[in-house]
């Protein structure tokens, strides 16, 4: 890289940096501190609270600075190797960063766990090493190789790597998976068990159940998430659950099973019954074009939790049952 490209890549980095990162010169130590103080220690956060701009990845074997090029992997962004075992940390610039603790942001964490997973295969990288802190590529105390500013998409760094059976499920669950495994684990139990939760000012007991049941399927991990992701994690699903799962959606949504049962009159109407109160053939369109498939996910989930079959959600979202 060029000694300008560097220098406004460095700056860059600074600039991503947290405001108050986690830091320290000796691990097993941590401080935060103001970004220019965190600076000039040798470990340091690289990724926000919640959000990922990068991907680290701790290779703990000798002559592994250059591993990428050796399997034909794109260039990271630096390899900060210790001079004196040949140990690096790699770190891959992101072009869009990722939200870890956002039940609605599910789907692209869901792909950069599986692209975090296969990298850590491919390069024999630590699968316990814990994101947080990493060999500060701007200390002295690394012999550092920056070696291009190029900020990657996940479609392009998926492109060198097969994802088949990625992430790591259950107890071998790492990094990000872990994050998945909590959001799809926790949210299928919350749907259901919510509404023994409902009455007047229920919101502070259901956070406080989401926590503890997150922490439960969270210490099952051969390596647990700290409790910082746990608590972000719990917040988000708690939320999540309490915008589209309410008293009042479920009331909406019962009534919406009644007719979509065809009740009339306490009995299971006819065809003919039904087309006379308006309730054969499901919701109708209501112009505008058909809605964004993405943008129905939580309906589907809520009404799958209700025991709506395939047919009934599909009919009454207007998609196909295939869908």
């Given at each position: 890289m060029k000694t300008n490209q560097l220098n406004l890549f460095k700056s860059d980095f600074i600039e991503s940096l947290p405001t108050k990162p986690y830091c320290t010169d000796e691990l097993g130590v941590t401080f935060i501190r103001p970004k220019l103080t965190a600076i000039n220690k040798k470990y340091i956060q690289v990724n926000r609270p919640s959000t990922d701009l990068y991907l680290v990845f701790d290779l703990d074997y000798e002559y592994s600075a250059l591993a990428w090029s050796d399997l034909n992997l794109p260039a990271p962004a630096w390899a900060a190797k210790n001079p004196i075992n040949g140990h690096s940390h790699l770190g891959y610039a992101l072009s869009v960063g990722v939200c870890t603790s956002s039940m609605?942001?599910?789907?692209?964490?869901?792909?950069?766990?599986?692209?975090?997973?296969?990298?850590t295969e491919i390069l024999k990288a630590d699968r316990s090493y814990a994101r947080l802190l990493t060999k500060n590529p701007l200390h002295e105390a690394w012999k550092t190789t920056w070696w291009t500013d190029e900020k990657y998409t996940l479609d392009y760094l998926?492109?060198?790597?097969?994802?088949?059976?990625?992430?790591?499920?259950?107890?071998?669950?790492?990094g990000l998976g872990r994050n998945c495994e909590l959001f799809e684990n926790v949210a299928h139990w919350a749907y259901k068990e919510v509404r023994e939760y409902w009455s007047p000012?229920?919101?502070?007991?259901?956070q406080d159940a989401v926590v503890s049941h997150t922490e439960a399927l969270n210490a099952q991990f051969i390596e647990p998430l700290p409790y910082s992701e746990?608590?972000?994690?719990?917040?988000?699903?708690?939320?999540?659950?309490?915008?589209?799962?309410s008293p009042e959606k479920f009331r909406e949504s019962q009534s919406l099973k009644g007719r979509k049962g065809g009740l009339i009159g306490g009995k299971r109407g006819s065809i003919e019954d039904k087309a006379k109160a308006g309730t054969l053939g499901g919701a109708k369109s209501k112009g505008g074009g058909r809605p964004d498939k993405k943008e129905l996910l939580p309906k589907v989930i809520?009404?799958?939790a209700l025991g709506y079959n395939n047919r009934a959600i599909a009919d009454d979202l207007g998609l196909s049952a295939g869908t």
């Open positions: 609605a942001r599910l789907a692209p964490l869901k792909y950069l766990a599986a692209i975090q997973s296969a990298y998926a492109d060198f790597v097969d994802l088949t059976g990625h992430p790591l499920r259950g107890k071998e669950s790492h000012d229920y919101k502070s007991k259901w746990v608590k972000s994690i719990s917040k988000s699903i708690a939320n999540f659950v309490i915008r589209h799962f809520e009404l799958k």
